[in-house]
Nanobody, 123 residues
Framework: QVQLVESGGGLVQAGGSLRLSCAAS????????MGWFRQPPGKEREFVAA????????YYVDSVKGRFTISRDNAKNTVYLQMNSLKPEDTAVYYC????????????????WGQGTQVTVSS
């Protein structure tokens, strides 16, 4: 069992930055690939970024490439999402997810989810 708790969301102006954190419980964090997803207002949840178990491989949706960076610290059981050059269209609830063998961008293949953290980007 893994529990995930996101933090770091908030209100920021366009062009600003935020760093999201997702803290995981348990001693098996390094066994899980980790992903970040987001759900904009009135829209479906979508893939944002993912990272492999040891952090050697990262994946991004095209719309955030060059602006967002996913990383993890297995010693701290934490995954991060550094978001730079934020745009109003990045406004969403951001969720982290853990999967033993996920298909990277496919939500249903992740085993555990956090409750989400709100990110609002004003224009």
């Amino acid at each position: 069992q893994v529990q995930l708790v996101e933090s770091g969301g908030g209100l920021v102006q366009a062009g600003g930055s935020l760093r999201l954190s997702c803290a995981a419980s348990g001693r098996t964090f390094s066994s899980y690939a980790m992903g970040w997803f987001r759900q904009p207002p009135g829209k479906e949840r979508e893939f944002v970024a993912a990272i492999s178990r040891r952090g050697g491989n990262t994946y991004y949706v095209d719309s955030v490439k060059g602006r967002f960076t996913i990383s993890r610290d297995n010693a701290k059981n934490t995954v991060y999402l550094q978001m730079n050059s934020l745009k109003p269209e990045d406004t969403a609830v951001y969720y982290c997810a853990a999967g033993l063998n996920p298909v990277i961008a496919t939500m249903t293949t992740y085993d555990y989810w956090g409750q989400g953290t709100q990110v609002t980007v004003s224009s």
